[in-house]
């Protein structure tokens, strides 16, 4: 009797997911198509994590930036089923300044996470502080965390913010996070007067170890309105490591000049304001997910996978095909 109970038990979860990036919404996404109970918590505003979009007003119009995730490719088989899915529902299209094959969300680049996050009801601006054991099952805690008792956790989150959460539990989880150390990355938004005269992304032609590492017109992706000249440049993580703690204002000057070096003089600023990446870009790391089935906790997301939209996918996906396999 209590072994059938367990096994009841065990074939509808009550599974918490910290973290509604690109991992987490993947993995609840499928963890709820197999019948589980999900609850997600992210503590950002909003959908989006790493593909995050940034919005600026100024004199009652509204920029809008994609400050992470500049565009993802699709390759695996699974998330190229994927994308295509998702371009019927239209919200990702391809971006052709960007390769043949490069996709981008519609009209912001959390569109897609946006979608998922709406199915699976996140609940934004709660934060996890610490994963807590009560009996067999598990709770989380922080600011406004749900309280009900879970059959089982996973942590989507970047390595850095794992570590704390997976080290008092599982050493395995805890060691994998800590040899982690991804590369920050400053983002200057900037939306100009008028047209800036050059390609629509500067990358493989700027200077190798100069302060710029991208500049794209963000404008020029599909589903932006045009209109509105915004660029978004990304710092080359050395310069970004060794400005860490530079101001803001700072920063976007510093980027703003390495851009006018490489297209010449710039029209004028309507709006800018630089983000600061800690944790933007991990090196390849191939575990995929783990999932420890005896504590039921599992970590996904792209420092176990690949620096990529696409390695976040799979990772996720690949924890939920542990969890329910
Ligand atoms: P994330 O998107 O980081 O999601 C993790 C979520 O966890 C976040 O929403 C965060 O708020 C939440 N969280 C963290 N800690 C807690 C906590 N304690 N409690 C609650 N919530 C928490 N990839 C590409 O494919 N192409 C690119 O061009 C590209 N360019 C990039 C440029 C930059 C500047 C950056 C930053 C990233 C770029 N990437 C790019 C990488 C890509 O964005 C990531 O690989 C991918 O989005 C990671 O998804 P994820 O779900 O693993 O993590």
Known sequence: MGACRVAIHLVRMRIGI???????????????????????????????????????????????????????????????????????????????????????????????LRAMANALGVRFETRTDALERDGIY???????????????????????????????????????AHWIASKPCWAAMVAFEERVDAADILSDSLPSGGPLGWAARNSDKPGRDPSRECWVLHASPEWTRKHLEDARDEVCDALLDAFAAQVGPLPGVVAKVAHRWLYARVDRNDDGALWDRDLRLGVCGDWLSGPRVENAFLSGRQLAAMITG
């Open 138 to 176: 598990w709770r989380l805690t922080g600011q406004g965390a749900p309280r009900e008792p879970l059959d089982a956790v996973v942590v989507a989150t970047p390595a850095e913010q794992a570590g704390p959460l997976l080290e008092p539990w599982s050493q395995v989880m805890g060691d994998a």
């Open 18 to 112: 910290v973290g509604a990036g690109m991992a987490g919404l993947t993995c609840g996404a499928r963890l709820a198509h197999a019948g589980h109970e999900v609850t997600i918590v992210d503590k950002g505003r909003g959908p989006g994590g790493r593909m995050a979009v940034r919005r600026l007003e100024h004199e009652g119009a509204t920029f809008a930036f994609d400050h992470g995730a500049q565009y993802f490719t699709a390759r695996d088989s699974a998330f190229v089923e994927q994308v295509a899915t998702w371009e019927r529902d239209g919200i990702v299209a391809r971006w052709a300044a960007a390769g043949p094959d490069a996709w981008v969300g519609t009209p912001g680049m959390n569109a897609p």
